[in-house]
């Protein structure tokens, strides 16, 4: 007997590689079912993609909230930035998913976690004029006077971007 351990063949790479790809899928797709068997089966709720960005934020960028409730219930971080220093929260304030933003929310996810920049879901949601999601941050605590490392507030990028609701709305709640 030897102590080396066996060297990986490229075939089990390759199966590993194809499995790791259908995980992300399933965030992707926000196919729960899928998800809640492996990580039932102890697959790390953190686990990230060769991008830095983790099921949870793969779910929430998508709109999914229900793989969103599941993630976050097996543990998974909602601080959990990618490689661009994107949050989930962002994520989802920049698609414009309103239930997502929520699920997110309720599971724990900082209202005014900074990303890359220095910009929080307020600013993302702003910029892009998502009301909705701009009026439930502003309700959940979000920091209104907030600036990004050049010194812009969310109505001061609403306006830069010509997000004109959304910079009334916070021009007016200010």
């Known amino acids: 007997m030897s102590d080396?351990?066996?060297?990986?063949?490229?075939?089990?790479?390759?199966?590993?590689?194809?499995?790791?790809?259908?995980?992300?899928?399933?965030?992707?797709?926000?196919?729960?079912?899928?998800?809640?068997?492996?990580?039932?089966?102890?697959?790390?709720?953190n686990l990230r993609n060769e991008k830095g960005d983790s099921l949870l934020m793969l779910a929430s960028y998508h709109g999914?909230?229900?793989?969103?409730?599941?993630?976050?219930?097996?543990?998974?971080?909602p601080e959990l930035a990618n490689d661009r220093g994107q949050t989930p929260l962002a994520g989802a304030a920049f698609k414009g998913d309103m239930a997502t933003v929520q699920s997110l929310l309720d599971g724990g996810a900082d209202v005014n976690g900074r990303s890359d920049g220095g910009k929080t879901p307020l600013m993302v949601a702003a910029m892009f004029n998502r009301v909705e999601i701009v009026e439930t941050l502003l309700a959940c605590g979000a920091d209104i006077q907030a600036c990004d490392a050049g010194g812009l507030t969310a109505e001061a990028l609403a306006s830069a971007m010509g997000a004109t609701e959304a910079a009334e709305l916070l021009g007016r709640s200010a």
Do not use: S, Y
């Open 64 to 77: 999914h909230a229900d793989a969103v409730r599941l993630l976050l219930k097996h543990g998974a971080d």
């Open 4 to 45: 080396e351990t066996p060297k990986q063949t490229p075939e089990m790479d390759e199966e590993t590689i194809a499995f790791a790809q259908r995980v992300f899928q399933h965030a992707r797709a926000g196919q729960v079912q899928e998800l809640g068997d492996l990580l039932g089966m102890g697959l790390p709720p």
